[in-house]
């Protein structure tokens, strides 16, 4: 087993990150590259229309001769900026705090594409990559950052939020059927996501959900019901967890935040690059294992 610290990873170990354009997914595309990982930065954007830290990350990837490029993002709910500007709200209390609720609303469109692509898009890429996992001595990694992903010697990082605990759904009956890892399967996490959809179309019954942010929690939170899920499928053919990165400032959080992409990128990374026999199952508050 290698020991705390030692560098398990060489130029032939491969990092897929997805969502990679900016912010968290950017900055973890710098630090293991800076590992001397091989990555594979992806985003939804064609590579024209990348940001500009985007593109100077691959204009000296591409000057050391390590260039690879095209996935991931997030769906807003609807926010009242009149209702904001008029009563002089902080944009910062917006994400912050999480029983601020006025002026905004959940859309059923917004609310399925969030959970498209924070559920329903990392768990097809996850599966499409799982072919590609090498058994080695130290398990394979995904790294999925808000989509994003480091494929490797086999691990499987799901980034999460504080918004994906159980504890921000207000029906117990629900917080049990996705807690029961024994009894859990993708059918049980579908047909929960199916339900919370078609109480956000008929606008009814949403007492029982998330009280803010609702949709980008409960895709949270089903993706911290599919780590498990899958880290009992594989077993100890990989290991897989889930990571807060912390409170980080990004343009999610409309500029507010306690970490900087640079500080939650590296929580991100030190899951992904733990040494062997690490921990598959769990969930990282930063660098914390705590609960789900």
């Given at each position: 087993?290698?020991?705390?610290?030692?560098?398990?990873?060489?130029?032939?170990?491969?990092?897929?990150?997805?969502?990679?354009?900016?912010?968290?997914?950017?900055?973890?595309?710098?630090?293991?590259?800076?590992?001397?990982?091989?990555?594979?930065?992806?985003?939804?954007?064609?590579?024209e229309q990348l940001s500009s830290s985007a593109q100077q990350f691959l204009q000296e990837a591409a000057?050391?001769?390590?260039?690879?490029?095209?996935?991931?993002?997030?769906?807003?709910?609807?926010?009242?900026?009149?209702?904001?500007?008029?009563?002089?709200?902080?944009?910062?209390?917006?994400?912050?705090?999480?029983?601020?609720?006025?002026?905004?609303?959940?859309?059923?469109?917004?609310?399925?594409?969030?959970?498209?692509?924070?559920?329903?898009?990392?768990?097809?890429?996850?599966?499409?990559?799982?072919?590609?996992?090498?058994?080695?001595?130290?398990?394979?990694?995904?790294?999925?950052?808000?989509?994003?992903?480091?494929?490797?010697?086999?691990?499987?990082?799901?980034?999460?939020?504080?918004?994906?605990?159980?504890?921000?759904?207000?029906?117990?009956?629900?917080?049990?059927?996705?807690?029961?890892?024994?009894?859990?399967?993708?059918?049980?996490?579908?047909?929960?996501?199916?339900?919370?959809?078609?109480?956000?179309?008929?606008?009814?019954?949403?007492?029982?959900?998330?009280?803010?942010?609702?949709?980008?929690?409960?895709?949270?939170?089903?993706?911290?019901?599919?780590?498990?899920?899958?880290?009992?499928?594989?077993?100890?053919?990989?290991?897989?967890?889930?990571?807060?990165?912390?409170?980080?400032?990004?343009?999610m959080t409309f500029g507010s935040g306690d970490f900087s992409p640079a500080e939650g990128a590296a929580?991100?990374?030190?899951?992904?690059?733990?040494?062997?026999?690490g921990p598959s199952g769990r969930n990282f508050l930063e660098r914390k294992d705590a609960d789900f």
């Open positions: 087993m290698a020991g705390e610290g030692a560098e398990w990873w060489s130029g032939e170990t491969v990092a897929v990150v997805t969502g990679a354009n900016r912010g968290i997914g950017l900055e973890i595309c710098w630090q293991l590259a800076g590992k001397e990982l091989t990555v594979i930065m992806t985003a939804r954007k064609p590579q000057e050391m001769g390590r260039k690879k490029v095209n996935n991931a993002g997030v769906a807003n709910p609807v926010i009242d900026w009149d209702f904001v500007k008029r009563n002089n709200i902080d944009t910062r209390t917006i994400v912050a705090h999480p029983t601020w609720t006025e002026g905004i609303s959940e859309k059923y469109e917004s609310a399925k594409h969030n959970i498209e692509t924070n559920f329903y898009g990392t768990k097809r890429l996850t599966k499409a990559l799982l072919p590609l996992l090498r058994p080695t001595s130290y398990k394979p990694r995904i790294v999925n950052v808000s989509s994003s992903y480091g494929l490797s010697c086999p691990r499987i990082v799901n980034v999460s939020s504080n918004y994906g605990l159980s504890c921000h759904l207000r029906d117990e009956e629900l917080r049990q059927q996705l807690c029961d890892t024994m009894g859990l399967t993708e059918q049980k996490i579908d047909g929960v996501l199916a339900m919370f959809l078609d109480d956000v179309k008929s606008e009814k019954g949403m007492e029982k959900w998330p009280l803010k942010f609702p949709s980008y929690c409960i895709s949270k939170i089903a993706l911290n019901a599919y780590t498990r899920l899958l880290a009992l499928e594989l077993g100890d053919k990989a290991c897989v967890n889930s990571v807060h990165p912390g409170y980080v400032t990004t343009d929580n991100l990374a030190h899951v992904a690059l733990l040494p062997a026999g």
